[in-house]
C-alpha cells in the first residue's frame, strides 16, 4: 500500500465540483459505465438526494488533505449500498483501499449491497478483499452490473 496520508471527512459544498470533475473523466465513465451528469442535473442529485438526505451517508475521500473522490451508502427499498468514486490521480495505490477500511469503520448497516459494471474488474476485486462476496447479476442501462454483498455478522 502507499504511504499516502488517506482520510475521511465530511462533504463541503468546494467538493462538488471536483466531484463532478471525476464524474466527467472518460476513463472513469467508461469504466462504470456511468453516464456523466450535466452540471444543473449532478449538483441538483447531491444537493438534494446525498446531502439532503439524512439516511445517507457521504464521506469526501481525502489524500494528503487533497479531496480525492467520495464514498457514499444509501437505501434502496430494503437494501443498503454504498458506492464510491476516485478521482484517477488516486487509481492503483491503494487509496480505495484504505478509504474503504475506513468508510465501512462507519457504515455498519449490514449486510450492505454494492453493484459495480462487471467490466470494471478493479473495483469489484476492491469489494472482494474487503468481504464482499457475489450475490449475482443485475442489469441497469443495458449493462450488466455485479451483485455484491457483504454479509451480516
Known sequence: MSGDDVRLRDVVEADLDL???????PEAARRSRFTPRPRDAFMSHWKTRVLGDDTVLVQTVTV???????????????????GYWLG???W???IGTKALTRFLE???????YADPFTGNTASIRLLERHGFQHHGTVHHDN???TLLVLPGE
Open 19 to 25: 466531484f463532478l470533475a471525476y464524474e466527467h473523466d
Open 64 to 82: 494528503d488533505g487533497v479531496p480525492a473522490g467520495n464514498l457514499v451508502a444509501w437505501w434502496e427499498g430494503e437494501r443498503r449500498f454504498i
Open 88 to 90: 484517477r490521480p488516486y
Open 92 to 94: 492503483g495505490r491503494g
Open 106 to 112: 462507519l457504515e455498519r448497516n449490514r449486510p450492505l
Open 143 to 145: 449493462d450488466d452490473h
